[in-house]
């Protein structure tokens, strides 16, 4: 079993990796680590190819908390550098036997091409603009969290939702759950395959949960072009926009934060409203899940 698509948990997976994540969250809380542990004995390699701080430490962490041995192969300092192609990687990894892959990459579906030549479990941790199944995972863990149930809840993903392989995995996952996802941004920031909801202001009017995303300009062909400023005051998140939300609020972000350009300072330090760090927490715990999850289906 592979985790690379958030459509491809069933219902029953589903439902397990947000019921322990509960559990793992505070074996995490408690800085514990099982013993015997789920994942004794067993290796996970992380392969990033893309920057990242939240998803490698949460996956390094998660699977040390289990039990596992970790190594992430330093990308930047590894054959790929001499041209050696994704799948020749992935069958140099594979005859090491790991148990788990976790694989970072800048191209959409390269995660499904490493599983191709792999024998043992793939996570995808994020290709291009298609998915971040643990990212939508997490952020559905986190409103479990916050509000007992997601069901009902009016979610706005605001921002460069065109970049964004979280705005993806969340769009399939949390209607999936029972919310109203709305989506909204910049005209030039919304895919031609995504019904947008209007403007941030109408995404945001009445919202139980406002989920910011990073302005991706490592992405873009042609730069925005606006002003210092203008972004925020436009379409980001700023104290006198979330005013038009719901009065209980929670505001979310995958991270890392263009502060100033997608959300002002004093909302994503709302201590009341910010759902942010949370997120990151609960991000070991979903990946203790997912880890535990995937392990066990290897034999
Ligand atoms: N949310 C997220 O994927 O963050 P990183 O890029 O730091 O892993």
């Not at 994704?86 to 579906?109: K, Q, S």
Request: net charge negative.
């Amino acid at each position: 079993m592979n985790l690379l698509n958030i459509d491809q948990l069933d219902e029953d997976s589903l439902r397990r990796v947000l019921d322990r994540s509960r559990h793992w969250l505070d074996v995490n809380r408690q800085r514990e680590r099982p013993s015997p542990g789920p994942l004794d004995g067993r290796i996970v390699l992380n392969l990033f190819y893309e920057n990242s701080t939240r998803t490698l430490m949460s996956f390094e962490t998660a699977a040390h908390r289990l039990g596992a041995d970790v190594m992430s192969l330093p990308v930047a300092h590894s054959s790929v550098k001499k041209g050696e192609t994704l799948e020749d990687t992935g069958r140099t990894l594979n005859a090491m036997r790991p148990d788990v892959l976790v694989i970072r990459h800048p191209e959409n579906g390269a995660p499904a091409r490493i599983a191709d030549v792999l024998d043992c479990p793939v996570i995808n941790a994020g290709d291009g603009t298609n998915q971040h199944p643990t990212q939508a995972l997490l952020d559905a863990a986190t409103l479990m969290s916050r509000f007992g149930r997601i069901e009902g809840l009016k979610i706005a993903i605001c921002g460069d939702i065109k970049h964004s392989r979280v705005a993806r995995s969340n769009a399939e996952l949390l209607p999936r759950l029972g919310a109203e996802v709305r989506l909204a941004g910049p005209p030039s920031l919304m895919p031609d395959d995504v019904a947008t909801c209007g403007s941030v202001d109408e995404a945001v009017a009445g919202a139980d949960v406002v989920m910011m995303l990073r302005v991706q300009r490592e992405r873009m062909e042609d730069d925005l072009g606006d002003a210092p400023g203008e972004y925020l005051e436009r379409y980001g998140l700023t104290r006198e926009r979330l005013r038009k939300a719901a009065p209980h609020v929670a505001v979310m972000h995958p991270g890392p934060m263009n502060r100033g350009v997608e959300i002002a300072d004093d909302v994503a330090d709302n201590k009341d409203r910010s759902l942010i760090w949370l997120q990151v927490e609960m991000g070991v715990a979903v990946r203790m899940a997912c880890l535990e999850l995937l392990a066990g289906t290897r034999d």
